[in-house]
Structures are given as C-alpha cells and as structure tokens.
C-alpha cells in the first residue's frame, strides 16, 4: 500500500501533552518558542539559523504539513496546555524495509521535566504502530548529552560513534555523532 494512503490516527496524546501535526498558523507560537531558545537549540540544530523571523518559521510549518500529507515526514509539535513546548518528527523514512530517524526540541524553559522523553516514546508508538516502522534511528552529537540521555531513557541501543555522522551548525564541521537504534 502508497504510504499517502495511510489513515492515521491523530493527534497522539499523552498524560501531559498532545502531539500533532505542525499546521499553517502555528509559525508564530513556533518562531517564539525558537528564538527564545535559540542560543541552545543552535549549537545541536543545524535549522535554528534558518528561521530568523516569523515568516521564515510560517514557511518551515507549511512546508513540513506539506511532507505530512504526502508522508514524507511526520513533524509534529509538542503541546503542553494548548501552548507549543516544542517538537518530534521522523524523517528519512524508508517504507520499503520501514526504517525512519528521529528528531526531537524542546523549549529552553520546559526542559528538565521529562517532555521530550514522554514525548518521542509516543512518537516510537505511534511509528510502530501505525506506520509499521522496524528500525528507529536517532543521530545526535556525542557531545549533546541531554539528546543522548533521551535516547537511553527510551530504550535505544547504541550502535555507533563515529566522525561526519553530523556536521557542526553554522561551520560544516565534522563531528564526532552517536547512533541509537530501536527495533519493533
């Protein structure tokens, strides 16, 4: 079956927050959860320089809603009372053997509350449920260990360390990049 036939079922609720798809009007909330947390986000982020201003987050959002109805990608933000804390997606997505990445922000003043943990262990579900995934994928930079943290707590194995699985944002820089992996 085309993936774009896939229905699914959203949004993906948890004890605290709901996840669902970014949608054309969520750029603003976005844009300010991003620029409040730029100086973080960016040493780990390679996009966080690309959005400068709320036309710029408006577009990533219709652009990735775009990717969603084609199932291309799933980028989905992460809500907590109604209020955008920050986002999950899965991306790279091979359907034919069902391997996906996963990616994951959160907001500088939300972190340390388990949001991002509580979040992509439903992002997990959900791709191994509805999507049929057989191999999750989360690449982060050794040096990030909050991201790495994330993976453990969500039951990843480590794979691999090596140099050039990512680059440095803003430098192109290779970087010494950790892969976890997670089969259904």
Not at 55 to 67: L, P
Not at 116 to 127: R, Y
Not at 128 to 142: E, G, H, N, P, W
Request: aromatic residues 10%; positive net charge.
């Amino acid at each position: 079956m085309s993936p774009i036939l896939l229905d699914l079922s959203l949004p993906i609720v948890t004890q605290r927050l709901v996840i669902r798809p970014m949608q054309p009007g969520d750029g603003k909330q976005l844009f300010a959860q991003i620029n409040q947390s730029r100086e973080m986000l960016k040493q780990w982020l390679p996009w966080v320089n690309s959005v400068q201003c709320e036309d710029d987050s408006e577009i990533t959002v219709r652009t990735f809603y775009a990717d969603y109805i084609l199932r291309k990608a799933f980028h989905f933000v992460v809500c907590l009372d109604g209020q955008i804390i920050g986002g999950v997606g899965i991306s790279d997505i091979n359907w034919k053997i069902r391997r996906m990445n996963v990616g994951y922000w959160c907001a500088a003043q939300y972190q340390g509350n388990g949001y991002v943990t509580e979040a992509v262990n439903a992002l997990i579900n959900f791709a191994f449920t509805q999507l049929k995934a057989q191999k999750f994928v989360i690449l982060c930079d050794s040096e990030n260990t909050k991201s790495i943290k994330v993976a453990e707590r969500c039951g990843f194995a480590f794979e691999a360390e090596t140099l050039g699985v990512l680059d440095h944002p803003g430098n192109g820089e290779l970087r010494l990049g950790r892969r976890y992996a997670k089969y259904c």
